[in-house]
Nanobody, 125 residues
Framework: QVQLVESGGGLVQAGGSLRLSCAVS???????????MGWYRQAPGKQRELVAV???????HYADSVKGRFTISRDNAKNTVYLQMNSLKPEDTSVYYC????????????????WGQGTQVTVSS
């Protein structure tokens, strides 16, 4: 089973910044390979939506609502993905979930579509 461990959520005022991290538990170095990693969010009463995604080659994609404010990055050696969130708005308040697609160990697939437990981000006005 693939476990994704998230950290970095919290309470911040509008205009502030937070940095989320997500690591694949137990993954180290070249034994693991992960195709795409990304962040999604889900606010109460709303569907889960894509925030940002990054491929193993560093290609990124952002939701229009966060372009220019959020930056996704990853450290392939640590199998960790980050989300730097700047100029936060109250509407960014959500539970943020980390996602990893096609996780392999020594080339064998161990996770097709893996999710973290979620971390709460609350932006006060």
């Amino acid at each position: 089973q693939v476990q994704l461990v998230e950290s970095g959520g919290g309470l911040v005022q509008a205009g502030g910044s937070l940095r989320l991290s997500c690591a694949v538990s137990g993954a180290s170095g070249s034994t693991f390979s992960i195709n795409a990693m990304g962040w999604y969010r889900q606010a109460p009463g709303k569907q889960r939506e894509l925030v940002a995604v990054i491929t193993s080659g560093g290609i990124t994609h952002y939701a229009d609502s966060v372009k220019g404010r959020f930056t996704i990055s990853r450290d392939n050696a640590k199998n960790t993905v980050y989300l730097q969130m700047n100029s936060l708005k109250p509407e960014d308040t959500s539970v943020y979930y980390c996602n990893a697609k096609d996780v392999r160990v020594f080339g064998f697939r161990v996770g097709d579509d893996s999710w973290g437990q979620g971390t709460q981000v609350t932006v006060s006005s």
